[in-house]
């Protein structure tokens, strides 16, 4: 009797060992609990923003002008533009311009109504007038000077509107003209980094991030202008103004200690 229950007790204690050895993590597991948090980077950067600013000169004309026409049918007012319009392309390509700097802006073909009101019901209603066509055709070239000449002789041809007189720069400037800028941007931000930087005793070590603008610039203002009379009097007085081109780069810089 003593026996069994001495076996019965060495059982229990031989069962709760394994019990608590179960509950002990492993080796690993131990050391990624104890194991200290990291400490946060240490690593200290200043954020700049620089800029830079160009005046220049354009190197590109555009022109937007065209012809509107009304008739009763749609063929009448189409055909009435097209001669139109050809007159007025005939007459700017004796200024100078060349087949490959005309394109069309757009055409369009519109029905024209006439508001009334019936006298029975008083109500409004419409009544198809006529069709309207609008031919607009743009002109870009680099020749500056013909400005004038392609709007007075576009005009005393038979153009009844000018919509838009705009310079600009052409699309290989404007890359040439990016390029300068957003690498003076990037120095301007050098600079005004060591400049704030100096009298704290930091300077400059590293690049963390670098952002450049879209390069852009402000278009000059259009000229619109419609005409009520097929006939210019004198020779439009027409003049180009430098453009204002910027940019800008943000830069976040590493610093240390000198």
Known sequence: MNKTISIATAMGLVLSVVFVLGTIPSGVD?????????????????????????????????????????????????????????????A????????????????????????????????????????????????????LSLASSIIDGAVNAGANRVDMVQFALSPQKQTMVSDDLLADAIQNAKSKA?????????????????SLSEFGYPPPMPYYKSFDTMESAASTPVFSSEQDVSATASVIFIIGSK
Do not use: C, W
């Open 194 to 210: 060591e400049k704030a930087l100096a009298p704290l005793g930091y300077q400059i070590i590293g690049v963390k991030h670098v």
């Open 30 to 90: 131990v050391q990624a609990q104890t194991e200290p948090t990291p400490f946060p980077s240490r690593e200290k950067t200043l954020s700049v923003t620089g800029t830079a600013t160009a005046s220049i000169d354009p190197d590109l004309l555009i022109v937007q002008f065209g012809v509107e026409t009304q008739e009763k049918t749609a063929k009448e007012a189409l055909d009435s533009n097209s001669n139109l319009m050809t007159a007025v392309v005939d």
């Open 92 to 143: 700017i390509r004796t200024t100078g311009i060349a087949d490959n700097e005309i394109s069309t802006s757009h055409l369009t073909v519109f029905p024209v109504y006439e508001s009334f009101q019936e006298k029975e019901t008083g109500i409004y209603r419409q009544k198809l007038v006529g069709y309207s066509v609008s031919n607009i055709i743009r002109v870009e070239t680099k020749n």
